[in-house]
């Protein structure tokens, strides 16, 4: 797959690809979960590029459930072996693997911007079936800043929202740069965010950002 992928996409290996991966990096043969990844259909996430990184491959990662001792397993991969990309999961379809304490949150969120993505936990309990939520778990969710027709108006409602939260809402507010924090947007225009893009982390102002400002 030529075209670059954006950050949180999730994408899957072909068994050759997965092969290569497991040749590159012997030391995770002796976790089954993570030698049997990419045969069970399960998917990776795109991740920023690290120093360690080799240049011309996909950073790639995946996080073990707790179970498995909640290790983040970063990996790289060669873009001709990635044979399916997608966004990471609407919030709506991810709903049914959270919990029942978690609905009418979600139902809220959902209400305010359908177009809301969710990563972290949920996503991951939602996209392989396995046991990822714990009673201490956030709620991570990806808000894109081409759906939201008043910005300022989204983040004072999900301010209100979070204020009644049984769980922590984190997450990013996206723009064509990368994503910011959404937090760090409730302050004032003239406040300087850091932007999360695929190849780094750059600055902008919040009134730049919220205006869908290249930096």
Same mark, same amino acid.
């Given at each position: 797959m030529a075209e670059a992928l954006a950050r949180h996409s999730m994408v899957k290996a !072909?068994?050759? *690809? +997965?092969?290569?991966?497991?040749?590159r990096y012997?030391? #995770?043969?002796?976790e089954p979960l993570v030698a049997n990844w990419a045969h069970a259909g399960r998917p990776l996430v795109v991740r920023?590029?690290?120093? !360690?990184?080799?240049?011309?491959?996909?950073? #790639?990662? #995946?996080p073990l459930p707790p179970s498995h001792g909640k290790r983040r397993i970063a990996v790289s991969l060669v873009a001709?072996?990635?044979?399916? !990309?997608?966004?990471?999961?609407?919030l709506a379809d991810a709903a049914a693997a959270a919990p029942e304490a978690w609905q009418a949150t979600i139902e809220k969120l959902v209400q305010l911007l359908p177009e809301t993505r969710t990563f972290g936990s949920l996503a991951w309990q939602h996209l392989t079936g396995l046991p990822y939520l714990s009673d201490s778990s956030d #709620?991570?969710?990806? +808000?894109?800043? !081409?759906?939201v027709k008043q910005p300022g108006t989204l983040l004072s409602d999900?301010? *209100?929202?979070?204020?009644?939260?049984?769980?922590?809402?984190?997450?990013?507010?996206? *723009?064509?740069?990368?994503?910011?924090? +959404?937090r760090e947007l409730t302050g004032t225009d003239a406040d300087e965010v850091l932007v999360k893009g695929p190849a780094g982390v750059t600055t902008t102002?919040?009134?730049a950002f919220l205006a869908g400002l290249v930096s």
């Open positions: !072909s068994t050759a *690809g +997965w092969t290569a991966v497991m040749n012997p030391e #995770l043969a002796s920023r590029p690290a120093c !360690s990184d080799t240049a011309g491959l996909v950073p #790639l990662g #995946l001709a072996d990635i044979v399916a !990309s997608a966004p990471p999961p609407l #709620l991570d969710l990806l +808000w894109p800043l !081409s759906s999900i301010a *209100g929202i979070a204020k009644q939260a049984p769980m922590r809402l984190d997450g990013e507010i996206v *723009g064509p740069t990368g994503g910011v924090q +959404w102002t919040r009134a």
